[in-house]
Structures are given as structure tokens and as C-alpha cells.
């Protein structure tokens, strides 16, 4: 599967999992996936940092820990002397699906 499938893939399956539609890339600034309320960039790689994948396994694990209803979160902070921390949420899709009331599809789940 070649690098343009692949991404368009991902866009399609992300708006089937979050019951929103997919935009075809017209070069206009808009989101690639929008879900009611959600305008969502997708970005696909082959991998993700290791440390954003461990953090994300932590929390998985003191989420689990926790009890049944813990959701899983990483919270990113970019800090820098004067300036306001800018604070990025990260969880796994699932989750966010859950969070959101949404249900996966089957294939999302399995990350196909």
C-alpha cells in the first residue's frame, strides 16, 4: 500500500470510528476529518516516539489500577521561561471514543 493509501485509510476509518465524515484534500485549510463538533488533522506514521508510547502504556497501567472506569490520559507540557505552557492531550482512540460517547468499528480496533 503506498503512502497516500495509507493516509486516506487511516482518515477514512477515523471518521467511520467517530461517526463523522472525511474531507477530500482540496488545499483549502480544512480539517481532515470532521465528527459533530471535532475538525480532526490526522497524521500518520510508521511509528510513534517510543517515550509518547510508554507514557501512554503507563497510563494505561495506573489507569487499570484504578479501577474499570479510569480513562487512560497523557497530558504534554511545552514550558518555556515568560511564555503561557501549552498543554496537549493524548489518548488512545479508543479512549477518546468512549470519552466522547462514540463507538469504534471493528476494523479501527484492530488498527487495520
Given at each position: 500500500?503506498?503512502?497516500?493509501?495509507?493516509?486516506?485509510?487511516?482518515?477514512?476509518?477515523?471518521?467511520?470510528?467517530?461517526?463523522?465524515?472525511?474531507?477530500?484534500n482540496?488545499?483549502?485549510?480544512?480539517?481532515?476529518?470532521?465528527?459533530?463538533?471535532?475538525?480532526?488533522?490526522?497524521?500518520?506514521?510508521?511509528?510513534?516516539?517510543?517515550?509518547?508510547?510508554?507514557?501512554?502504556d503507563?497510563?494505561?497501567?495506573?489507569?487499570?489500577?484504578?479501577?474499570?472506569?479510569?480513562?487512560?490520559?497523557?497530558?504534554?507540557s511545552?514550558?518555556?521561561?515568560?511564555?503561557?505552557?501549552?498543554?496537549?492531550?493524548?489518548?488512545?482512540?479508543?479512549?477518546?471514543?468512549?470519552?466522547?460517547?462514540?463507538?469504534?468499528?471493528?476494523?479501527?480496533?484492530?488498527?487495520?
Open positions: 500500500m503506498s503512502a497516500p493509501q495509507r493516509w486516506k485509510r487511516q482518515e477514512r476509518e477515523i471518521a467511520a470510528a467517530l461517526g463523522g465524515v472525511r474531507l477530500p482540496s488545499g483549502r485549510g480544512q480539517p481532515d476529518v470532521l465528527a459533530g463538533n471535532l475538525a480532526v488533522q490526522v497524521k500518520t506514521r510508521a511509528t510513534l516516539p517510543a517515550w509518547l508510547v510508554a507514557a501512554l503507563q497510563a494505561a497501567r495506573d489507569a487499570a489500577a484504578t479501577g474499570p472506569d479510569a480513562v487512560p490520559v497523557v497530558i504534554l511545552a514550558v518555556r521561561a515568560g511564555r503561557k505552557a501549552r498543554r496537549v492531550v493524548v489518548l488512545d482512540l479508543e479512549a477518546f471514543a468512549a470519552l466522547s460517547g462514540h463507538t469504534m468499528a471493528a476494523a479501527v480496533c484492530r488498527g487495520t
